[in-house]
């Protein structure tokens, strides 16, 4: 990808800059020159001819070496800028330098111009890789920073939010059907389903949305959702796809992957209010080390690449620096809450990719994700089973919950449905509780994260003294402390918060099996 070099001479001997431009062209440079002499012609050159390289004449009429140095200095900082001269002595030379000049040739000697002229575009070159990785790290540590805060908001939110639909749950069962009061417990309920919508984006941002992943195929999906899409997407806009029929499978999670390509879809259909297309692209592709040295987030390999492209009004500078941050939006109020993006993030990232965004205002946008490629045949997503039998029963559970709102609740709950409940408050009692407890303990439902002991630690102790117990993990998310729980997620016993009480009760027959 060898750009086409551009360089300004600062010269009032067009003879003189003909023989350097001769000696660099002799050296195997190729490139497009332009030669000025005026303080407005270099002004004017920097601006619009934007040189890769400055090559300057230490004394011209009116204009002196270091004046040129600051002119250029001060309309471009990085560009790399060499003094040719007759009259350079040492001295000035050395000052010269310190001013930020790049180098400086004496004209007798023009034989070291074109080496000077090559080290100072390698040098600049770094210089600027350097500018861009430094970039991209700050961008990577800020999205970390808010994705941890996102994370820990959610986590607290998701307790609240357990509460105050499982409560409001209890008293509209209490509430007969003509009780003018119901209809304000359901507008509660409502809104807290609403709430949970939003955390499970905020958690999908974070990377810490408990995912069910399975082998699938981005075609399959994309045409699941075809007429979907086209709903969503409206009459004025085209829609076509172009799927790669050999495309290699990926591992995710397919309603994440859904959301994914709904929410891409939908920002594209908003940027074009007037109408337009919108393509959706399937393809293989190797990424080589050379993309992965260019995009700090993508790692070399087979990918598969989903691209979505419309043809609508792009977007600036400013905003692609800021796309994926979560509420983040140019959408005018009560439009976009500036979620989608950054849920799409968090999802492709949790899955190992990586995303690639090309736009500029008014030409449109294109989004390309990598998603690593898996070897393996595709799997069918396991649905829940439904249960029709009111669940309940008469073992014994032993509940451990650090928040006492939500310990209450399910506390009242599992009571309410026949079983023996022992409670405890972190990971530590749990084992005390269980020590001292002479029956049978037939499940632990437990939080994972609490302070002291965790969920996973206490039941990988308990299950040593009572090893046919069985435990169902609650959490609202996950992190890298608790990799090990994947295992039991993917084994189904593990419920995500917030769960509705028929949730609860459901879980905990099916792993208890069907009463007798
Ligand atoms: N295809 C696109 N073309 C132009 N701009 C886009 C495109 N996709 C996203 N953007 C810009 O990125 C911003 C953030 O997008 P994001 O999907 O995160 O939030 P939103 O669409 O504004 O709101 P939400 O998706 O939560 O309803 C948008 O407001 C818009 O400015
Ligand atoms: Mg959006």
Redesign the pocket.
């Known amino acids: 990808m060898e750009k086409h070099l551009r360089i300004l001479f600062v010269e009032d001997s067009p003879e003189d800059a003909e023989i350097e431009e001769r000696d660099l062209r002799k050296g195997g440079l190729e490139f497009t020159s332009k030669r000025v002499q005026s303080r407005e012609a270099l002004q004017a050159a920097l601006r619009e001819f934007k040189p890769d390289l400055v090559i300057s004449d230490y004394s011209l009429p009116g204009l002196d070496g270091m004046g040129v140095l600051q002119i250029v200095r001060e309309i471009d900082t990085l560009v790399p800028f060499i003094f040719v001269s007759g009259t350079i002595g040492e001295e000035r030379a050395i000052d010269s330098l310190k001013s930020g000049a790049t180098d400086y040739v004496v004209k007798d000697r023009l034989a070291g111009l074109v080496s000077k002229v090559r080290r100072a575009l390698r040098e600049a070159d770094d210089r600027q890789r350097q500018k861009r990785l430094e970039q991209e790290l700050r961008q990577a540590q800020k999205m970390e920073a808010v994705g941890r805060l996102a994370g820990g908001v959610a986590h607290d939110f998701n307790n609240l939010l357990t509460v105050i639909s499982g409560y409001t749950e209890l008293a509209l069962a209490r509430t007969a059907a003509n009780d003018p009061g119901r209809s304000d417990l359901e507008q509660v309920l409502r809104a807290s389903e609403g709430a949970a919508a939003l955390t499970r984006?905020l958690l999908a941002f974070s990377r810490r949305q408990v995912m069910t992943p399975i082998i699938l195929n981005l075609n399959q999906r994309v045409n699941e959702m075809g007429k979907m899409l086209r709903r969503i997407i409206g009459e004025d806009v085209e829609l076509v796809t172009r799927l790669d029929p050999g495309l290699g499978n990926i591992k995710a999670d397919p309603s994440q992957i859904e959301q994914v390509i709904m929410?891409?879809a939908?920002?594209?259909r908003?940027?074009m209010p007037g109408g337009g297309k919108v393509t959706i692209e399937s393809a293989n592709v190797m990424l080589d080390e050379a993309y992965v040295e260019e995009h700090r987030d993508a790692a070399p390999g087979a990918h598969v690449a989903l691209t979505?492209t419309?043809t609508?009004?792009?977007?600036s500078a400013e905003?692609r620096s800021?796309?994926?941050?979560?509420f983040?939006?140019?959408?005018e109020q009560g439009?976009?809450?500036?979620?989608?993006?950054?849920?799409?993030y968090g999802i492709v990232r949790q899955c190992g990719g990586s995303i690639e965004v090309l736009?500029e205002a008014g030409q449109?946008?294109m989004?390309r994700i990598y998603f690593p490629r898996v070897e393996g045949r595709v799997e069918s997503p396991g649905g829940t089973k439904m249960m029709s039998a009111p669940p309940k029963g008469s073992e014994t559970i032993l509940l451990v919950e650090d928040s006492e709102a939500l310990r209450n609740l399910v506390y009242s709950l599992l009571k309410k449905h026949g079983y023996t409940v022992l409670i405890a408050r972190d990971g530590e009692e749990a084992l005390k509780v269980s020590e001292e407890h002479t029956g049978t303990i037939h499940l632990v439902v437990t939080d994972v994260v609490m302070p002291r002991m965790g969920g996973t630690e206490m039941a990988r102790q308990l299950l040593r003294s009572r090893p046919a117990t069985r435990v169902l993990y609650t959490s609202g998310y996950i992190d890298n402390a608790t990799l090990d729980l994947e295992a039991e997620i993917l084994k189904g016993a593990f419920l995500p918060k917030p769960f509705t009480p028929q949730d609860l009760a459901r879980k905990v027959r099916e792993i208890l099996g069907t009463p007798a």
Request: glycine share 16%; net charge negative; no cysteine.
């Open positions: 984006q929410n891409l939908v920002n594209a908003d940027a979505v419309d609508g009004q792009g977007m905003t800021h796309l994926f941050e979560p983040f939006t140019t959408k439009k976009g809450t500036g979620l989608g993006l950054s849920t799409v736009s449109g946008a989004f």
